[in-house]
Nanobody, 125 residues
Framework: QVQLVESGGGLVQAGGSLRLSCAASGRSVSNYKMAWFRQAPGKEREIVSAISWSGMNTYYEDSVKGRFTISRDNAKNTVYLQMNSLKPEDTAVYYC??????????????????WGQGTQVTVSS
């Protein structure tokens, strides 16, 4: 019932910034954990960042720590990924995902039931 639509991808030079947005519709995602995944050509999809329903718990993959920030605005039913200091290695299709909240230390791990179609992020050298 939840539809997720990503936006904000595009071309950026190395060292630049982008902010991805994930707009949810069909159902409120205020009680969902949300995440951003990415998939580069020839590579498997990997989780980049996740945020709990409250926004108080976040997860970041090691390679993006200190550079990316995930946030959410439940009133707008939207999740964001602020990407700073972008590197060519960040080039990938970025996907928004959501699922019912789960407690525990592994709250952020897949599976996720709801997925967007992806938005391309390309970082030039």
């Amino acid at each position: 019932q939840v539809q997720l639509v990503e936006s904000g991808g595009g071309l950026v030079q190395a060292g630049g910034s982008l902010r991805l947005s994930c707009a949810a519709s069909g159902r409120s995602v205020s009680n969902y954990k949300m995440a951003w995944f990415r998939q580069a050509p020839g590579k498997e999809r990997e989780i980049v960042s996740a945020i709990s329903w409250s926004g108080m718990n976040t997860y970041y993959e090691d390679s993006v720590k200190g550079r990316f920030t995930i946030s959410r605005d439940n009133a707008k039913n939207t999740v964001y990924l602020q990407m700073n200091s972008l590197k060519p290695e960040d080039t990938a299709v970025y996907y928004c995902a959501g699922d019912s909240a789960r407690s525990g230390s592994r709250w952020y791990v897949p599976p996720y039931d709801y997925w967007g179609q992806g938005t391309q992020v390309t970082v030039s050298s």
